[in-house]
C-alpha cells in the first residue's frame, strides 16, 4: 500500500515515500502537535492479525523505552482504518550499506561504529530485546553520530507461528521473517537462525562480527553466489583474517572477530558489553593490542562471562591453567559480575587481596543498599543479613572481614556469614584500608584529617592534618603500602597547588605529594600506582621502598565510575585481579515520579552535572562539561519543547546554576585564573550580566536564591565552608550566616522566607532564617541535598540509601515528621557535591540527571598488567 502526500495517520501528516521492503514501506511525515519531522513505517498487512498487533504493540513499546543515543529513537505507534504504522525520529544521512559500497571503511571509524552499535546492543540486550536482523543496511550513519534502525522489529514482526518452510523465491539478501525458524538476512545470519534452533543476544554477536569484518575488509565475511552457497559458508566455513585483506587490521582484532563469528554459541563473546570494552581497549591503542595479541593461538579460547555460571568457569579455567604452565606470560581477561537479580544496582565493588573474593553493595529499586559476596569460583552471589544502608567498603588483609561505613559507624562482619560488629564511630568516613598490623585508616570530609583505629575498636585519632580548606573536604582514599607502615591518600585542599595524591606515615604528621591529581589510589604489585586522570583508569611505574613514580603512566579502562566526589569504583588485588565499574558520561534529563519510575527523558544526552527547576516548572538551568575542552558551561533547557539553548560563554568554568525566585534570571560560580564569583543574567541570554559577589580567592557556590536573599556556600582560606548571605538591596555586604567550625553547605531557603536547611557536617539541619536562632535536626542518620516543596510542608533528602522525604511544619517552632525512603538512585548521576535532581511545584514529581546508559556491571580483568607490555 503507497500513501499519498498530505494523507494523514492520526496526527503525522505524510510529505513523501523514504524507502520501502520486505518489513513495510517508510514515510517522512510531519508531527503535526509538536511540529516535527519523523519517520513513519507502514507495516505488512499481515500484521493486522489480531495475536500479530497485540504482539506488534507490546514489542514496540518495548523497544520504545531503550531510550539509547544510537538506538533510532521509537515515538509512538498506531492504528488508522486497516493501516498500522510505528513513528520513529527522522533521521539525516545514510546507511552502512551505502556507504560500504565505495569501499571499506577506515579503522577508526569501523571501531567507533562497532563500538556504538555494541553499546546499543547491550542496552536492548538488558531490556530482553533480540534484534536479530542486524546488517548494514539497518545501521545508519548520521551527523550525530551511528543509529541503530529496526532494534527489536525482526522479532516483533515475525510472521505466522507454525510456518517452518523457506520459500525459493528468497534471496541471499532478503530479510526471511518465517516465525520459529529463520528471522533476519542470510549473509549475517547465526548457524542458529539457519537451522531453525532458538535464538538469543549471541545471534545479534554473530551478526555484529559479520558487519564488522566487512567494514574493515571491504568484503562480505561469508559470500556466494547462491542460497546455498551462503548458508554452507556459515555453517562450515571460516573466513580468512581481515588482515589479510587490510594489513592495518592489528592481530588482536581478527581474533575479536573470529570470537563473534565462532560457530557455537557458547564460544562467542557471551555479552555486547564485554565486546564493546574490548573494542574500545583496540581503539585507544597498543595497551589493549598487546592484550589481546599476547600468548595463545588461534583456537585457545577467550572466556568471556556476563552471566554468573560462566564467570566462574572463567576463573576456574585460568586458575587450572595457571597451575599448570610455566610460561612467564598469560593474556590479560575481561569478565563480567552482573547484579545480583534483575532489578538490582551494583554501586561500590571491591575485589579481595587473594582475589577470590568480590564484595559489592547492591539494592533492589525502594531498598537500601546491602553489602553482597561472591566467591569468584562460586555460581551465586550471597546477601550479608545486617548491612542495608551500607556506604562505602575495604578488606581486612587476610581476606577475612569486609569492612564497611554504616550511617555514623564503622563496621565489620566476617565472611562469608558472620555478625555485623562495631569498630568505631566515624561520621565522615569514607573508603578506609586495613593494614596487616590491625591498624585502619579511614578517610573523613571533615576537618580531622585521615583518621587512625584499631581494627579491634577504639577512638579514631588524626593520622594526618590536612592543609588549606576545601568545600568538598580534606583528606580522602587512604591505602597502605606493603609495609603497612606509610600509605598513599588524596587531599583536596582547595588549591590546586595544595591537592593531589600524597604519601604519609604512621609516625610522621610530614606528608609528600606524589602527583597532582585528585582521586583515589591504590598500589599494585609489583609496582603500580592506579588512579583516575581525565576519567580514564591509569597505572604508572612507583617504587614502594622509596617512594619515587618513575617511567610513564597507562590507561587501563576508560570512563570509570565515582560514587561521589572522587571515589572512583576500582580496586586491585595481589595476584593481578583488577576490578573496576565504568560508567557512560553522558546523561539525560528525565522526569521521574516518588516511586523512582521513569516518566519521560527530555533532551538531548550530553555530560550534565546539576539541574535546577524553574519556578514554573518549564525549564531547566543545567551545568554541563563540553566533551572536547572539559569547561563546565550553564545551559537553559526549554523541557516542552526539549530544546538547549547556551547561556554562559566565558572562558573559566560556569557551576552550580541556580534560578531567580520571579524566574527571569540565573546566578551561578564562575571560578576563573584562581578565583571564583557569583553572577547573575538574564535567562534569556539578553542584557548585562551582574556581579553578586565580587572575585576573590574564596571558594564559592550559590545554593538559594529567595525575594531578598541570595544564600552561598563558601570556604575561605583555611576555614571550612560555612553559609554566607547577602542582601539583594545592593548595598549590604555578604556574611557568614553563621561562622562555625564545622563544615557547613547546600543551605536551601524554605519558600516562606523562615527557615534554612542545611548539610552541617553530614547532619541535615534546619534553622530560622536569616537569623540563625534555634536549630532542629530533621535525619536522624544524616543526610545531604536537602530541597523544599514549593508549599514548604515537605523536605527532600539524599542518602547512600537514595531519596527520603519528610513532611514538615512551621510557626514559632519548626516541626519536622518522620522521614521515609522514596526510592534508591541507582541510575541518578551524582558529580562531586552538584544536585542530581530537583523537585516539581508539587512535590509528585522530579527532574532528575540520569545516566544515559546504565552500566552496573562490574570488569575484572585476570593479570591486568599483560596490558602495560
Known sequence: MSLAAGRR?????????????????????????????????ILPAHLSEIN??????????????????????????GHDDDIDYLVMEYLQGETLEARLRRGPLPLEQALRIAIDIAGAMHVAHMAGVVHRDLKPGNIMLTGSGTKLLDFGLAKIVASRAGDTTVTSALTSDSPLTADQTIVGTLAYMAPEQLEGRAVDMRADIFALGAVLYEMISGRRAFAGESRAAIIAAILTGDPPPASTVNPSVPVGLDRVITRCLARSPEERWQNAHDLRLTLEWIREGGDAHAVLTKGGNTRERWIWAALVTALALAVVALW????????????????SVTPPKEDASIRDAVISPDGRWLAFTAALPRQLHSIWIRRLDATE???????????????????????????????????????????????HGERGTWGTDGTILFGNNGPEGILRVSASGGTPSPATRPTGTAPVGGDMHPYFLPDSHHFLFDRDAGRDSLSGIFVGALDSDETVRILPDQSSVAYAPPGYLLFVRARNLVAQPFD???????????????????????RYIFSVSANGMLAFRSVDRNSRLAWIDRTGRLLQKVGEPADYVSVDLSPDDTRAAVERIDPESGDHDVWIVDLARETSSRLTFDSGEEMYPIWSPDGTRVAYALRKNGQVAVLAKSASGAGPTDTLVAFDSSFKWPSSWSRDYLVFECAEPDHFP????????????????ERTPHWEAEGQISPDGRWLAEMADGELLVQSFPIPDGKWQVAPGGGALPRWRRDGKELFYGTWAGLWSVEVSGGEAFHAGTPHLLFNLPGTKVYKNRYPLAVARDGQKFLANIAETQLTTVTIVTN???ALK
Not at 515515500?17 to 510531519?30: D, H, N, T
Not at 500479530?52 to 521509537?74: G, K, M, Q, T, Y
Not at 556506604?391 to 565472611?415: C, H, Q
Not at 553559609?723 to 539583594?728: A, D, P
Open 320 to 335: 587450572s591453567v595457571s597451575a599448570r604452565r610455566h610460561a612467564p606470560e598469560q593474556p590479560a581477561l575481561l569478565l
Open 722 to 737: 560555612d553559609m554566607w548571605v547577602k542582601h539583594l538591596d545592593g548595598a549590604t555586604k555578604a556574611a557568614p550566616y
Open 52 to 77: 500479530s498487533r497485540r504482539r506488534f504493540d507490546h514489542e514496540a513499546r518495548v523497544v520504545s523505552n531503550l531510550n539509547h543515543p544510537n538506538i533510532c529513537a521509537i515515538h509512538d505507534v
Open 381 to 427: 552471589a550471597q546477601l550479608l543479613p545486617g548491612t542495608e544502608g551500607v556506604g562505602t567498603l575495604f578488606w581486612s588483609p587476610d581476606n577475612r572481614f569486609v569492612a564497611y561505613f554504616i550511617g555514623t559507624r564503622l563496621m565489620k562482619i566476617e565472611i562469608p556469614d558472620g555478625t555485623p560488629q562495631a569498630i568505631c564511630d566515624a561520621l
Open 544 to 566: 614502594a621502598a622509596t617512594l619515587r613514580l618513575g617511567g610513564q603512566p597507562h590507561t587501563i579502562a576508560a570512563n570509570i565510575a565515582d560514587i561521589d566526589f572522587t
Open 864 to 866: 591486568w598488567t599483560a
Open 9 to 41: 495517520l492520526g496526527p503525522y501528516q505524510i510529505e513523501s515515500v523514504i524507502g520501502s521492503g520486505g518489513m513495510g514501506e517508510v514515510y517522512l511525515a510531519r508531527d503535526t502537535r509538536l511540529g516535527r519531522s519523523v519517520a513513519v513505517k
